[in-house]
């Protein structure tokens, strides 16, 4: 006989794993499937370290769930007796009308946030690492850090696991289809049947949601870490994790020395180059590397760096750049979790809770009105009548 599951969910990456760990944890009779292994080098989800911050530039409204994702990891943290979150700040760099600078501010006033402003002067002082032009500020998050991605995602699996949830790794679903009792869900010759499902495909997203085609733009993403001459200056206690706004040369992320290969640098969005998800990422190129060499030269002058390692990986980019939790329209058996445009690891721990709440009582108390299929339609519209790369739906 099948078993019947209440929940099925697909995608056992960042937001999969954390949604399969609160559904097992309400005793919820849930089953998961991977295609390939936790954290693995062709998802979104893997190399070392992932930023979060508390007064968010992108849109203060995102602050209330950052508030509930930090409780979430504090959880997670003391159920695995390890640790995840590492709050060493952040510090937010650009002009004083730069987009970081002006909506890390307005965050931080509106929540009521410390965040805490310091010139070229001071900065050159306190974090000599850094090389800032005279007319550039930086804004300290204390609540800031970095998270351990790979950690996280084994940490909810475990949890999942002894909470008695079924892990199917390896195991790729082919195809849902709903009917008016439940869902069936094909992996290869088996098919298993629950009464809800929730995709988190992650780059792979639009091949179960044809919906999405055209909508979620998967893109290759490249960081490479530099071996530092000087050691002293990007130790985790002296050197915060950073977001430098660089105008029309957009944005770029880095973290201090945490691991054996040194502080690590990346661009958002690197060269918005869309990707076949199926096939491997293209590898780092010297564009790529020319890139990343010249910003860490100019941006942290004092670790005086070399790189030694690279890596590629996976943004899945959504119009607007907010994210998508909702059923799909039309279809209330069926839970879209996104892919997060470069910007929803640290999310991770709210979205699980988000998506269990969706998959078991049809809702949320959370805030999530802004993370809709409608909306998305929107935006999508929007930067298709402007034709722009930013796609920002104006709120
Ligand atoms: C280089 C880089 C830096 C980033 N930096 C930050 C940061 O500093 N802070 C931040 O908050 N966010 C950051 N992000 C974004 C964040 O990491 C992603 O939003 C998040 O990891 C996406 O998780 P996911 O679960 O959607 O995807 P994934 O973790 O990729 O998981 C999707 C999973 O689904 C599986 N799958 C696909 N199709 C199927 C199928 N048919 N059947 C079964 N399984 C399937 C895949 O194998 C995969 O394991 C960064 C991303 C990258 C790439």
Redesign the pocket.
């Known amino acids: 006989m099948t078993t019947r599951y209440d929940v099925a969910v ?8 954390a949604a399969l760990s609160f559904l097992a944890a309400r005793g919820v009779r849930v089953i998961g ?8 080098g ?6 070392d ?4 911050r508390l007064g968010y530039f992108e849109d203060p409204s995102y602050v209330p769930l950052l508030h509930r994702a930090y409780e979430n990891w504090r959880s997670l943290e003391t159920r695995l007796r390890e640790r995840i979150l590492h709050v060493t700040g952040v510090l937010q760099i650009g002009k004083p009308d730069s987009k970081i600078i002006t909506g890390t501010r307005a965050s931080c006033n509106m929540h009521n946030l410390s965040c805490d402003e310091l010139s070229a002067d001071q900065m050159r002082k306190r974090f000599p690492v850094f090389g800032l032009e005279d007319d550039e500020i930086a804004l300290l998050d204390p609540q800031g850090g ?2 351990k ?1 790979e950690a996280a ?1 084994w940490g909810y699996l475990r949890m999942a696991a002894a909470d008695g949830a079924a892990l199917h790794m390896g ?4 195809q849902i289809d709903p009917d008016d009792n439940g869902v069936n869900i094909v ?1 290869g010759e088996h098919t298993y049947r629950a009464s809800k499902v929730i995709v ?6 639009s ?2 949601i044809p919906a999405l085609q055209n909508i979620a733009n998967p893109i290759r ?3 490479a870490w530099y071996r530092p001459a000087n050691g002293f200056a990007t130790d985790p206690v002296r050197m915060p ?1 950073f977001l430098r706004d660089e105008g029309e040369n957009g944005s770029f ?1 880095g973290f201090p020395e945490i691991g054996p290969d040194g502080v690590k640098i ?1 661009r ?1 969005a690197h060269f918005m180059e869309s990707i076949n ?1 199926d096939a491997p990422n293209p590898a780092v190129n010297d564009a790529d590397r020319a890139l990343l060499d010249t910003f860490a030269a100019k941006s942290l002058p004092g670790m005086d760096g070399r790189r030694v390692n690279e ?1 590629t ?4 980019m959504l119009p607007g750049e907010d994210f998508l939790l909702d059923h799909l329209p039309g279809e209330n058996r069926v839970i879209v ?12 721990s709210v979205i699980g809770e988000i998506l269990a709440d969706q998959a078991t009582k049809g809702g949320t108390d959370l805030p999530v009105d802004a993370f809709t299929f409608d909306r998305l339609i929107k935006a999508a519209e929007h930067a298709k009548a402007t034709k722009t790369e930013e796609l920002v739906l104006p709120r």
Do not use: N
Request: aromatic content about 10%; overall charge positive; hydrophobic content about 40%.
């Open positions: 697909i995608g056992l990456g960042a937001m999969g794993s499937f991977e295609a390939a292994s936790p954290a693995h062709l998802g979104s989800s893997h190399g370290s992932r930023l979060i970095w998270l991605p995602i195991s790729k679903v082919d992996a988190a495909t992650g780059s792979w997203i091949q179960l993403q490249v960081v994790a992320f990346g958002h998800p890596t990986c996976r943004y899945t979790a996104s892919p997060c445009s470069g910007h929803g690891f640290k999310f991770t």
